[in-house]
Protein backbone atom coordinates (compact mmCIF):
# COMPACT_ATOMS: atom_id res chain seq x y z
CA UNK A 1 0.00 0.00 0.00
CA UNK A 2 0.88 3.44 -0.43
CA UNK A 3 -0.06 5.86 1.56
CA UNK A 4 -0.47 9.65 -0.32
CA UNK A 5 -1.47 12.47 2.22
CA UNK A 6 -3.27 15.29 0.73
CA UNK A 7 -5.65 15.53 -2.56
CA UNK A 8 -4.46 18.27 -4.15
CA UNK A 9 -2.71 18.24 -7.97
CA UNK A 10 0.80 16.96 -7.10
CA UNK A 11 -0.40 14.11 -4.47
CA UNK A 12 -3.79 13.26 -7.09
CA UNK A 13 -1.61 13.28 -10.55
CA UNK A 14 1.28 11.13 -8.85
CA UNK A 15 -1.59 8.85 -7.74
CA UNK A 16 -3.61 8.73 -11.08
CA UNK A 17 -0.02 7.46 -12.97
CA UNK A 18 1.45 5.09 -10.18
CA UNK A 19 0.58 1.33 -10.97
CA UNK A 20 0.66 0.16 -7.56
CA UNK A 21 -2.18 0.10 -4.73
CA UNK A 22 -2.65 3.83 -3.62
CA UNK A 23 -4.31 4.99 -0.85
CA UNK A 24 -5.18 8.84 -0.85
CA UNK A 25 -6.23 10.36 2.26
CA UNK A 26 -7.51 13.77 2.70
CA UNK A 27 -8.34 15.49 6.37
CA UNK A 28 -11.26 17.95 4.97
CA UNK A 29 -14.94 16.84 3.78
CA UNK A 30 -14.68 17.17 0.32
CA UNK A 31 -11.28 17.69 -2.29
CA UNK A 32 -11.13 21.43 -3.85
CA UNK A 33 -12.08 22.85 -0.62
CA UNK A 34 -11.31 25.43 1.14
CA UNK A 35 -9.78 27.25 -1.83
CA UNK A 36 -6.68 29.28 -1.34
CA UNK A 37 -5.17 29.58 -5.27
CA UNK A 38 -5.74 31.75 -8.10
CA UNK A 39 -6.07 29.23 -10.27
CA UNK A 40 -4.33 30.64 -13.35
CA UNK A 41 -2.26 28.41 -15.58
CA UNK A 42 -0.28 28.43 -18.31
CA UNK A 43 -1.10 25.80 -21.30
CA UNK A 44 2.07 23.72 -19.50
CA UNK A 45 -0.52 22.21 -18.00
CA UNK A 46 -1.37 20.47 -21.34
CA UNK A 47 1.78 18.19 -21.27
CA UNK A 48 -0.11 16.51 -18.20
CA UNK A 49 -3.87 16.29 -18.26
CA UNK A 50 -6.50 17.76 -21.18
CA UNK A 51 -8.79 20.51 -19.42
CA UNK A 52 -12.61 19.99 -19.82
CA UNK A 53 -14.05 23.28 -20.88
CA UNK A 54 -16.33 22.98 -18.07
CA UNK A 55 -13.31 23.74 -15.86
CA UNK A 56 -12.45 26.82 -17.42
CA UNK A 57 -13.70 30.26 -16.01
CA UNK A 58 -12.25 32.60 -17.90
CA UNK A 59 -8.67 33.02 -20.60
CA UNK A 60 -6.53 35.58 -20.77
CA UNK A 61 -4.98 36.87 -23.54
CA UNK A 62 -2.54 39.93 -22.03
CA UNK A 63 -1.11 40.99 -19.00
CA UNK A 64 -1.28 44.26 -17.75
CA UNK A 65 1.86 45.50 -15.75
CA UNK A 66 1.53 48.72 -13.78
CA UNK A 67 4.52 50.87 -12.30
CA UNK A 68 4.03 52.96 -9.29
CA UNK A 69 4.00 56.29 -11.06
CA UNK A 70 0.75 55.15 -12.80
CA UNK A 71 2.38 54.06 -16.23
CA UNK A 72 1.00 50.51 -17.78
CA UNK A 73 2.75 48.13 -20.28
CA UNK A 74 0.92 45.38 -21.99
CA UNK A 75 2.32 42.18 -22.56
CA UNK A 76 0.13 40.24 -25.49
CA UNK A 77 0.35 36.08 -24.58
CA UNK A 78 1.34 34.06 -27.53
CA UNK A 79 -0.22 31.57 -26.01
CA UNK A 80 -3.95 31.82 -23.73
CA UNK A 81 -3.72 31.33 -19.94
CA UNK A 82 -6.51 29.41 -18.11
CA UNK A 83 -8.50 30.44 -15.23
CA UNK A 84 -10.04 27.39 -13.77
CA UNK A 85 -12.56 26.70 -11.28
CA UNK A 86 -9.87 25.48 -8.61
CA UNK A 87 -12.11 23.37 -6.48
CA UNK A 88 -13.33 21.24 -10.03
CA UNK A 89 -9.95 21.03 -11.26
CA UNK A 90 -8.47 19.32 -7.78
CA UNK A 91 -11.93 16.99 -8.26
CA UNK A 92 -10.90 16.36 -12.05
CA UNK A 93 -7.08 15.29 -11.41
CA UNK A 94 -8.61 13.28 -8.34
CA UNK A 95 -10.95 11.27 -10.58
CA UNK A 96 -7.85 10.36 -12.46
CA UNK A 97 -6.43 9.13 -9.96
CA UNK A 98 -9.60 7.02 -9.14
CA UNK A 99 -10.20 5.81 -12.62
CA UNK A 100 -6.65 4.66 -12.34
CA UNK A 101 -7.86 2.76 -9.06
CA UNK A 102 -6.59 4.84 -6.26
CA UNK A 103 -8.60 5.09 -2.88
CA UNK A 104 -9.91 7.90 -1.34
CA UNK A 105 -10.48 8.25 2.27
CA UNK A 106 -12.32 11.38 3.28
CA UNK A 107 -12.41 13.64 6.65
CA UNK A 108 -9.46 11.28 7.41
CA UNK A 109 -6.54 12.73 9.06
CA UNK A 110 -2.57 12.01 8.90
CA UNK A 111 -1.42 11.89 12.71
CA UNK A 112 1.96 10.33 12.50
CA UNK A 113 3.89 6.73 11.75
CA UNK A 114 6.11 4.52 12.84
CA UNK A 115 9.16 2.31 11.36
CA UNK A 116 8.23 -1.08 10.68
CA UNK A 117 11.14 -2.53 9.02
CA UNK A 118 11.58 -1.07 5.52
CA UNK A 119 7.58 -0.22 5.82
CA UNK A 120 5.45 2.25 8.22
CA UNK A 121 2.64 1.76 10.11
CA UNK A 122 0.57 4.86 9.32
CA UNK A 123 -1.57 6.41 12.19
CA UNK A 124 -4.65 8.46 11.10
CA UNK A 125 -7.60 9.85 13.13
CA UNK A 126 -9.18 6.56 11.76
CA UNK A 127 -6.97 3.88 11.92
CA UNK A 128 -3.71 2.75 11.97
CA UNK A 129 -2.44 1.00 8.11
CA UNK A 130 0.39 -1.03 6.67
CA UNK A 131 1.99 1.32 3.81
CA UNK A 132 5.51 0.87 1.80
CA UNK A 133 5.57 4.73 0.67
CA UNK A 134 3.98 8.11 2.17
CA UNK A 135 3.64 10.74 -0.10
CA UNK A 136 3.14 14.21 1.64
CA UNK A 137 1.67 16.29 -0.56
CA UNK A 138 -0.32 17.62 2.50
CA UNK A 139 0.83 21.64 2.01
CA UNK A 140 3.01 24.13 3.37
CA UNK A 141 3.29 23.11 6.70
CA UNK A 142 3.33 19.36 5.88
CA UNK A 143 2.76 17.19 8.77
CA UNK A 144 4.33 14.24 6.73
CA UNK A 145 7.58 16.48 6.44
CA UNK A 146 7.79 17.39 10.50
CA UNK A 147 6.66 13.40 11.62
CA UNK A 148 9.90 12.33 8.74
CA UNK A 149 12.25 15.03 10.41
CA UNK A 150 12.48 16.52 7.53
CA UNK A 151 10.45 19.67 7.58
CA UNK A 152 13.95 22.14 7.86
CA UNK A 153 13.68 25.88 8.02
CA UNK A 154 10.48 27.06 6.36
CA UNK A 155 9.62 30.75 5.26
CA UNK A 156 6.31 31.66 4.36
CA UNK A 157 4.53 34.48 2.68
CA UNK A 158 0.95 35.08 2.89
CA UNK A 159 -1.48 35.40 0.16
CA UNK A 160 -4.80 37.71 0.54
CA UNK A 161 -7.16 37.31 -1.83
CA UNK A 162 -10.93 37.31 -2.18
CA UNK A 163 -13.28 37.00 -5.55
CA UNK A 164 -14.80 40.24 -5.90
CA UNK A 165 -17.26 42.35 -8.16
CA UNK A 166 -15.44 44.72 -9.99
CA UNK A 167 -16.73 48.10 -12.10
CA UNK A 168 -14.84 48.69 -15.42
CA UNK A 169 -12.75 45.10 -15.71
CA UNK A 170 -11.00 44.16 -18.84
CA UNK A 171 -11.74 41.13 -19.95
CA UNK A 172 -9.11 38.58 -20.71
CA UNK A 173 -6.44 41.40 -19.08
CA UNK A 174 -4.50 40.35 -16.15
CA UNK A 175 -3.62 43.43 -13.97
CA UNK A 176 -0.18 43.25 -12.34
CA UNK A 177 0.86 46.38 -10.07
CA UNK A 178 4.36 46.53 -9.05
CA UNK A 179 4.24 48.76 -5.91
CA UNK A 180 1.74 46.44 -4.03
CA UNK A 181 2.97 43.54 -1.34
CA UNK A 182 5.70 41.02 -3.25
CA UNK A 183 3.08 40.48 -6.16
CA UNK A 184 -0.49 40.98 -6.85
CA UNK A 185 -3.13 40.49 -9.53
CA UNK A 186 -6.34 41.31 -10.56
CA UNK A 187 -7.23 38.24 -12.61
CA UNK A 188 -11.06 38.40 -14.26
CA UNK A 189 -13.65 35.92 -14.52
CA UNK A 190 -15.44 37.78 -16.51
CA UNK A 191 -16.36 41.37 -16.91
CA UNK A 192 -17.64 42.24 -13.56
CA UNK A 193 -15.94 39.41 -11.36
CA UNK A 194 -12.58 39.13 -10.57
CA UNK A 195 -9.76 37.41 -7.97
CA UNK A 196 -7.89 40.00 -6.47
CA UNK A 197 -4.77 39.72 -4.51
CA UNK A 198 -1.67 40.57 -3.18
CA UNK A 199 1.33 38.80 -1.68
CA UNK A 200 3.97 39.05 0.80
CA UNK A 201 5.17 39.51 4.53
CA UNK A 202 1.83 39.58 6.62
CA UNK A 203 2.50 42.41 8.18
CA UNK A 204 0.39 46.22 8.15
CA UNK A 205 1.44 47.24 4.61
CA UNK A 206 0.78 44.46 3.38
CA UNK A 207 -2.97 44.48 4.84
CA UNK A 208 -3.01 48.13 3.42
CA UNK A 209 -1.86 47.30 0.06
CA UNK A 210 -4.43 44.62 -0.25
CA UNK A 211 -7.07 46.94 0.69
CA UNK A 212 -6.04 49.49 -1.53
CA UNK A 213 -5.95 46.87 -4.62
CA UNK A 214 -9.62 45.67 -3.72
CA UNK A 215 -10.81 49.35 -3.47
CA UNK A 216 -14.75 49.67 -3.38
CA UNK A 217 -14.85 46.51 -4.80
CA UNK A 218 -17.46 43.83 -3.56
CA UNK A 219 -15.75 41.01 -2.15
CA UNK A 220 -18.08 37.94 -2.12
CA UNK A 221 -15.26 35.10 -1.04
CA UNK A 222 -11.99 35.17 1.10
CA UNK A 223 -9.84 32.64 -0.37
CA UNK A 224 -6.48 33.92 0.92
CA UNK A 225 -4.15 31.51 2.61
CA UNK A 226 -0.30 31.03 3.44
CA UNK A 227 2.58 30.17 0.74
CA UNK A 228 6.28 28.58 1.22
CA UNK A 229 9.20 29.69 -0.05
CA UNK A 230 11.22 27.88 -1.90
CA UNK A 231 13.81 26.41 -0.17
CA UNK A 232 16.76 25.13 -2.28
CA UNK A 233 18.00 22.93 0.54
CA UNK A 234 14.55 21.21 1.70
CA UNK A 235 14.93 17.72 1.32
CA UNK A 236 12.81 15.76 -0.19
CA UNK A 237 13.31 12.29 0.66
CA UNK A 238 13.97 10.19 3.55
CA UNK A 239 13.68 6.42 3.14
CA UNK A 240 10.39 5.48 1.33
CA UNK A 241 8.62 8.90 2.27
CA UNK A 242 8.36 11.42 -0.57
CA UNK A 243 7.76 14.88 -0.60
CA UNK A 244 5.44 16.71 -3.57
CA UNK A 245 4.14 20.59 -4.19
CA UNK A 246 4.06 22.59 -1.34
CA UNK A 247 5.16 20.29 0.90
CA UNK A 248 8.34 20.06 -0.67
CA UNK A 249 8.35 24.19 -1.04
CA UNK A 250 8.50 24.01 -4.84
CA UNK A 251 6.86 26.95 -5.84
CA UNK A 252 8.11 29.49 -8.04
CA UNK A 253 8.63 32.24 -6.12
CA UNK A 254 8.45 35.27 -9.01
CA UNK A 255 4.29 34.58 -9.18
CA UNK A 256 3.86 32.07 -5.91
CA UNK A 257 2.59 29.69 -8.34
CA UNK A 258 2.84 26.04 -7.73
CA UNK A 259 0.41 23.63 -9.64
CA UNK A 260 2.38 22.92 -12.71
CA UNK A 261 5.90 22.04 -10.26
CA UNK A 262 3.62 19.14 -8.61
CA UNK A 263 2.18 17.97 -11.24
CA UNK A 264 6.01 17.65 -12.74
CA UNK A 265 7.27 16.06 -9.58
CA UNK A 266 4.87 13.83 -9.18
CA UNK A 267 5.30 12.03 -12.80
CA UNK A 268 8.94 12.11 -11.50
CA UNK A 269 8.03 10.15 -8.67
CA UNK A 270 5.20 7.54 -10.49
CA UNK A 271 7.98 6.86 -12.93
CA UNK A 272 10.84 6.36 -10.99
CA UNK A 273 11.44 6.34 -7.58
CA UNK A 274 15.30 6.20 -7.43
CA UNK A 275 16.04 9.31 -9.79
CA UNK A 276 13.07 11.41 -8.38
CA UNK A 277 15.83 13.46 -6.28
CA UNK A 278 17.94 13.86 -9.42
CA UNK A 279 15.38 14.09 -11.81
CA UNK A 280 13.83 16.84 -9.52
CA UNK A 281 17.60 18.78 -8.94
CA UNK A 282 18.55 18.87 -12.39
CA UNK A 283 15.06 19.55 -14.22
CA UNK A 284 13.25 22.00 -11.54
CA UNK A 285 15.86 22.94 -9.05
CA UNK A 286 17.33 25.47 -11.88
CA UNK A 287 13.99 27.06 -12.27
CA UNK A 288 12.98 27.46 -8.36
CA UNK A 289 16.20 29.07 -8.07
CA UNK A 290 16.08 31.76 -10.26
CA UNK A 291 12.17 32.44 -9.53
CA UNK A 292 14.26 32.77 -6.52
CA UNK A 293 16.77 35.21 -7.41
CA UNK A 294 14.29 37.16 -9.67
CA UNK A 295 11.90 37.53 -6.61
CA UNK A 296 14.62 38.94 -3.95
CA UNK A 297 15.60 41.71 -6.90
CA UNK A 298 12.00 42.93 -6.80
CA UNK A 299 11.84 42.79 -3.44
CA UNK A 300 14.95 45.31 -3.54
CA UNK A 301 13.36 47.12 -5.58
CA UNK A 302 12.47 51.13 -4.93
CA UNK A 303 9.49 52.81 -6.55
CA UNK A 304 11.84 54.51 -9.16
CA UNK A 305 13.24 51.15 -10.26
CA UNK A 306 10.28 49.77 -10.54
CA UNK A 307 9.16 52.71 -13.20
CA UNK A 308 12.23 51.81 -14.69
CA UNK A 309 11.45 48.59 -15.14
CA UNK A 310 8.12 48.83 -17.33
CA UNK A 311 10.30 51.38 -19.48
CA UNK A 312 13.11 48.57 -20.26
CA UNK A 313 9.69 46.14 -20.71
CA UNK A 314 8.02 48.49 -23.00
CA UNK A 315 10.96 47.91 -25.60
CA UNK A 316 9.60 45.83 -28.30
CA UNK A 317 12.22 43.03 -28.30
CA UNK A 318 11.98 42.80 -24.77
CA UNK A 319 8.14 42.43 -24.51
CA UNK A 320 8.32 39.87 -27.32
CA UNK A 321 10.60 37.72 -25.33
CA UNK A 322 7.52 37.70 -22.49
CA UNK A 323 4.76 37.44 -24.37
CA UNK A 324 6.60 33.97 -25.89
CA UNK A 325 7.47 32.31 -23.17
CA UNK A 326 6.24 30.45 -20.43
CA UNK A 327 7.04 32.15 -16.92
CA UNK A 328 6.89 28.70 -15.39
CA UNK A 329 10.18 28.15 -16.43
CA UNK A 330 12.74 31.16 -16.58
CA UNK A 331 15.67 29.47 -17.54
CA UNK A 332 14.13 29.44 -20.96
CA UNK A 333 14.23 33.04 -21.53
CA UNK A 334 16.34 34.70 -19.16
CA UNK A 335 19.52 34.62 -20.53
CA UNK A 336 17.86 35.75 -23.91
CA UNK A 337 16.67 39.29 -22.47
CA UNK A 338 20.58 39.78 -20.20
CA UNK A 339 22.10 39.50 -23.49
CA UNK A 340 19.82 41.37 -25.15
CA UNK A 341 19.37 44.21 -22.66
CA UNK A 342 22.26 46.14 -20.69
CA UNK A 343 19.84 48.27 -18.66
CA UNK A 344 18.69 45.14 -17.09
CA UNK A 345 22.22 44.24 -15.80
CA UNK A 346 22.64 47.87 -14.78
CA UNK A 347 19.11 47.80 -12.75
CA UNK A 348 20.14 45.14 -11.21
CA UNK A 349 23.39 46.43 -9.89
CA UNK A 350 21.72 49.40 -9.02
CA UNK A 351 19.24 47.36 -6.94
CA UNK A 352 21.36 45.25 -5.03
CA UNK A 353 24.36 48.13 -4.29
CA UNK A 354 21.13 50.33 -2.95
CA UNK A 355 20.37 47.05 -0.75
CA UNK A 356 23.80 47.12 0.42
CA UNK A 357 23.71 50.95 1.38
CA UNK A 358 20.27 50.35 3.05
CA UNK A 359 18.80 52.15 0.90
Known sequence: MISVIGAGPAGCYYASKEKGDVHIFEEHASVGNPIACTGILTDS???????????IISKINKFKMVAPNGKSLYVDLNKTNMVLHRAKFDQFVLQK????????HLNEKFLGYRQNGTAYKLKTSKKTYDSEMII????????????????????????????????????????????LGEFSWVVPEDDKIARIGVIGVDDEKLKADYKKLIGNSEVLEDQSGIIPLYNPRQKIKKGNIFLLGDAATHVKASTYGGIIYGMIAGDYLAKNKGTFVSN???????????SLKMRNMMNAMNEKQANELIDIFEKK????????????FPSKFIVQ???????????????????????
Open 45 to 55: VLQFTDIPKDL
Open 317 to 328: RNNKILSEYDRN
Open 136 to 179: GADGPHSAVAKAAGIYGKRKFVKGYQARCKVKDLEEGVTEVHLN
Open 337 to 359: LLMKEAKLWKLGFKIFANRALGK
Open 280 to 290: INKKLSKDLWI
Open 97 to 104: ALDNGAKL
